[in-house]
């Protein structure tokens, strides 16, 4: 069931961003210059988002990196990231919040890392945001990865930013 609910989500990230506008009326002069590739770079994350869900349910290992050997937080997204995109992210979450450009918690989107402190010091877990304030995460040992709200108490009270990694296009 969380998997259907889950390609629902990406079905219509993917369908939103090829909608179509409102008509407009017909311009009469060419524009100077087009607007950023905004729909190739909605696929890219959407692709991001496809290979998070491949992940639902492998079970976490510390220092593990592949869905036979199971994942950790930082291995999991290193996972998606270089399956998504072809490339190669840290395996270790400090270095994986160097990346990339900061973005606010309102500006969220979905292939953005997340990041906590949830070992008391800064950006010691990391996520990936999904959407509807949820995120794809490879909690501890015992566990598996899953989707959790970002707006709990206890996720919301760790929140320690967020970055935007794409890829070159």
């Not at 989500?9 to 009326?25: D, I, N, R, W």
């Not at 490339?87 to 953005?112: K, M, W």
């Not at 949820?134 to 709990?152: D, I, M, N, Q, Y």
């Amino acid at each position: 069931m969380r998997h259907n609910i889950l390609y629902s989500m990406v079905f219509s990230a993917l369908l939103t961003g090829c909608a179509g506008v409102p008509s407009k009326a017909p311009m009469t002069t060419r524009p100077q210059s087009f607007p950023p590739q905004e729909p190739v770079a909605q696929v890219q994350r959407s692709e991001a988002l496809l290979q998070t869900l491949l992940a639902l349910g492998v079970e976490y290992r510390n220092g593990g990196r592949a869905p036979n050997q199971g994942f950790d937080c930082s291995g999991l997204v290193a996972h998606v990231f270089r399956e998504a995109y072809g490339i190669q992210l840290p395996h270790n979450t400090l270095a994986q919040s160097e990346l990339g450009v900061p973005v606010s918690f309102a500006e969220l989107e979905p292939g953005d890392l997340v990041f906590y402190n949830t070992l008391d010091r800064p950006f010691s877990h990391v996520g990936i945001y999904l959407g509807d304030s949820r995120f794809v995460h490879a909690p501890k040992s015992g566990s598996s990865v899953r989707v959790e709200s970002l707006r709990t108490a206890y996720w919301s009270s760790r929140f320690d930013g967020a970055r935007r990694i794409y890829p070159p296009i």
